[in-house]
């Protein structure tokens, strides 16, 4: 068996802020069928599921980070409640902090240069060390970006040079930039190797990272695509390395979105009359809300921002309620404050049309996958996108743009599809968009069918984790 340790800042349900959290939660529990032994390894923050937990220590020593000395420990969780060896590196004054990512104003975390290179560097100094053995370092997005180069560049870490490396990038709109100062908080490299961090005359760990690692993936074929084809900074680089690029789209974890025990709903599927389910849940969202009923209801959930066309859903939904259109919405998400303040003025001008909750909320998200008749995604770019997945899993119809992971995962209901895909990307294709939704709901025997094709279609990792231990084949 190949033994893989995936390392990344998120994990669920350990620690979670987005898609790549869902990922390496999920992942590692469809390889071993693929005859893969795969672990974990995340940052130990200051989250509940933490707080609940019992990790025994592994090891324990300090490294240095710059001139200064910083105490690390390795901890591994002490019980069988995920499906794979578990491990997580505690850095006191780093990392134990409620939120993964940003700060109380909403920002990210001034030191996130410190914590995500001594969170790199711990794991190696561990590995150098530890009687615990992996074949393959499977590193995620930009924060884990520089563990390929440091195996190639750092003299410290000359024993691991030959351990095969993948990078997936979850997100490529979020890089690493670095001004070259940063570069004393890593451990000392010959200056040959400068050239390896270098990206427009800055140190870009995304950059890095495709350049070092053996084998570079994104989370869906369309956005290695986009990404090496579209006008981009880094579409040179993806072309030069092509050959070891590849895209593989995400699968989700169909244990945890199962509608016949999703702990976060009120009413689960019973004896598959998901009639019943739909209306429960339905009802359940809309009572909760405040919102009129006997409509159909589009839900959002995500991340409010440019990228997931955050400000195309308050336009398209202005115009939609403007127009007198017929509807109801639930929004909940949290992120660009502009976009944040014209949803909550949306929602008080049409207080029973449209509900917003500024929130990261599990429980909700899974009430609004199960109780929406539709679910709203106009992504500008998407590496993947999980909601999509999720809404259809459930029965809920995606209405989404032809991008990146949407692309590759719902089709148009006039091509046979379960989805209802966009001919624009901006708030006018939405209207459409929504227009057409609401045409599809009023024929009940349409809805229905595309409802149950969605639901029927499979989405689990089994697929893509095959894929994946395709390439680690390649390396041993
Ligand atoms: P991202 O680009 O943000 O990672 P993905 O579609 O890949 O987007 O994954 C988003 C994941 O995060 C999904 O599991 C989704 O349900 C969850 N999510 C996003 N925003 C919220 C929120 N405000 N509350 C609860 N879950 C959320």
Known sequence: MNTVLHISTECYPAAKAGGMGDVVGALPIYLPNQGVEASVIIPKYRTKWFDSKSLKTVHRSSLKLGEDQIKYSIE?????SLKYPFY???????????????????????????????????????????????????????MTGLIPFMLKACK???????????????????RGILDWSSAKLLPHFDTSFKGLLDWDGNINCLAAAI??????????????????????????????????????LNGIDNEIWNPTKDTYLDFTLENDDWKKFKRSNKSN???????????PLFGFIGR????????IITEAISICLEKKLVFSTIILGSGDKEIEKSLLALAKKYPRDISVTIAYDEKMAHQIYAGCDFLLMPSR???????????????????????GGL?????????????????????????????????????????TKHSKTSKNLDWSWNQSAKKYSELYDKFV
């Open 76 to 80: 591994k969780l002490d019980d069988q």
């Open 88 to 142: 997580c590196v505690n850095i006191p004054g780093l990392f134990d902090r409620e939120n993964i990512y940003l700060g109380e104003d909403g920002h990210g975390y001034k030191d996130e240069v410190q914590r995500n290179f001594a969170f790199q560097i711990a794991i190696l100094e561990w590995l150098m060390l530890s009687k615990e053995k992996f074949e393959i370092l499977h590193c995620h997005d930009h």
């Open 156 to 174: 410290a870490y000359n024993k691991l040079s030959e351990t095969p490396t993948l990078f997936t990038i979850h997100n490529g709109q979020y």
């Open 211 to 248: 350049k070092c690692a053996w084998q570079v993936t994104t989370v869906s074929p369309s956005y290695m695509l986009e990404l090496a084809e579209d006008f981009d900074t880094l579409t040179p680089l993806l072309q030069s390395e092509k050959s070891k690029c590849t895209g593989i």
């Open 285 to 295: 969202l809309i009572k909760g809300n405040n919102l009129k009923s006997r409509r």
């Open 304 to 311: 409010l921002a440019y990228q997931k066309g955050a400000d």
């Open 381 to 403: 770019f998407e590496p993947c996108g999980l909601n999509q997945m999720y809404a259809m899993r459930y029965g809920t119809l995606p209405v989404v743009t032809h991008v």
């Open 407 to 447: 692309k590759d995962s719902v089709r148009d209901i006039n091509s046979g599809g379960s989805g209802i895909v966009t001919k624009s990307i901006n708030a006018i294709g939405f209207v459409e968009g929504i227009e057409r939704s609401i045409a599809l709901y009023s024929d009940k025997k349409m809805f």
